[in-house]
């Protein structure tokens, strides 16, 4: 049971928070929801019942399961009036842009769920964050392509809805593929949660203040959108397409070691894992088999990854810094080969991971010893001295 569960952190009290939702085992590459392995939610569960694990501790029944979907549901459409909102955007903004000012712009339309203290309004704002960054992301895609924003379907699954907001066109019929929305449901499994990253750590430390949810949320997408975090998986796909070809894969490996260049093997490295991370290779195993059931399987990208991979692990350098693929390094693949423009790849993050940032939101909140986040610093600045007056200084 919860606390049983004894281990050894490898760190010093360096932690920020404790936590009964992910365990991260760096030095094993191993990662847990609540104690159930990745490896086995992603191939047995599916998204909507990892999100009433990550909010509620315990997998559903059939029927909280029910109730649970029927009211993320019933929550996926927008308030008419945000569409104006979208608008106001030009037609060639970053799609992150975009998701960071509609999520931040909630709390003006539901303001009805922005009390933090009220435990019914803390839940009516994790089912709309939940429910409603699908509707959002299709519509920053829909928007940023010229194409009309397309509404959400109660008949539809959470993934095959997304699909469906994204894809469809209102000048013809779309039939949303069960392999497509497999590939989904399984790739917003694997980013749900990963403990107190840097943009769970900016959701918490927003919260701590009492901010509301969707504006903590918000600043947990502005953080997610650097490349050094959820923004790899686009830059991934940018070296790849960079490297081109195999052969060229010795001279990008010795500019990832120069510490002169600012290259860096995107898709590679963790602060966590010093062994593989088990979601990439999740991501890996199953790679072939969606670009196989979409005919895409020749898709020369995923040749090279794997030649990429393959180098990099029997090099030295890599070898000596524990430096293997990460989450980000094929999940562009197979974003690209769903049809995702690479501009879509971190927004397509940040949707799936909302349900960990509000679910260690929400554990925060519910903590009675929950105080302000406020970190401490190192001073390393001048000591005590008299103010110079102008007609003074040099
Ligand atoms: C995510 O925290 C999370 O849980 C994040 C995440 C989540 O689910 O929320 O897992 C998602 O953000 C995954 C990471 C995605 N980012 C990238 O793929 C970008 C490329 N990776 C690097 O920028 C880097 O690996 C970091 C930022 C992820 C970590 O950098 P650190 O903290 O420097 O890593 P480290 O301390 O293990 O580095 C050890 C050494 C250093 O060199 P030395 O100082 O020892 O000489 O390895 C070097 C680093 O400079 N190094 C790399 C490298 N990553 C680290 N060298 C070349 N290429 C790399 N990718």
Redesign the pocket.
């Known amino acids: 049971e919860t606390g049983a569960f004894t281990y050894d952190p490898g760190f010093t009290s360096t932690a920020s928070c404790s936590s009964a939702i992910t365990f991260i085992d760096g030095g094993k590459g191993q990662l847990m929801h609540r104690g159930y392995s990745i490896e086995d939610l992603a191939e047995k569960s599916d998204f909507m019942e990892v999100c009433y694990l990550l909010l509620h501790g315990e997998l559903p029944s059939h029927a909280q399961k029910a109730e649970f979907e029927q009211a993320i549901t019933y929550h996926t459409m927008l308030h008419e009036q945000m569409l104006y909102f979208f608008r106001g955007f030009r037609r060639d903004a970053h799609p992150m842009a975009v998701m960071v000012g509609a999520v931040g712009a909630l709390s003006a339309f539901y303001h009805d769920s922005t009390d933090i203290t009220d435990p019914h309004q803390r839940m009516v704002a994790s089912h709309r964050l939940i429910a409603k960054m699908p509707t959002i992301a299709a519509m920053a895609y829909k928007f940023s392509v010229g194409q009309p924003f397309i509404y959400p379907r109660n008949d539809l699954s959470y993934a095959e809805n997304f699909l469906y907001m994204t894809f469809a066109v209102p000048a013809e019929e779309y039939k949303v593929s069960p392999t497509l929305a497999r590939a989904m449901d399984k790739i917003f499994i694997l980013h749900a949660d ?2 107190q ?3 769970t750590s900016t959701v918490r430390i927003a919260g701590s203040s009492g901010a509301n949810p969707f504006a903590c949320i918000a600043a947990g997408i502005a953080s997610l959108w650097g ?4 923004g ?1 998986n686009q830059a991934v796909l940018e070296m790849l397409q960079e490297i081109g070809h195999k052969d060229r894969i010795p001279e990008f490996l010795e500019r ?1 070691k120069d510490k002169n260049d600012p290259f ?9 894992y010093k062994n593989y991370d088990p979601r990439a290779a999740v991501l890996r195993n199953s790679a072939h088999e969606v670009l196989d059931e979409l005919g895409k399987r020749d898709d020369p990208l995923l040749d090279l990854a794997m030649e990429l991979e393959r180098i990099a692990l029997e090099d030295e350098y890599f070898v000596s ?1 524990n ?1 293997f693929p ?3 390094f094929y999940s562009g693949i197979i974003l690209k080969a769903m049809g995702f423009p690479s501009s879509m790849f971190t927004v397509l993050f940040a949707l799936a991971r909302t349900v960990g940032w509000v679910a260690q939101w929400k554990e925060m909140i519910e903590d009675p010893g929950q105080k302000i986040s406020r970190p401490r610093q190192l001073y390393t600045g001048y000591g005590p001295r008299d103010y110079v007056p102008m007609d003074q200084r040099d």
């Open positions: 990963h403990e990253n840097a943009s490349p050094a975090h959820g790899a990832a860096r093997l995107m898709g590679f490295g963790h602060r966590v810094k430096l990460n989450v980000d």
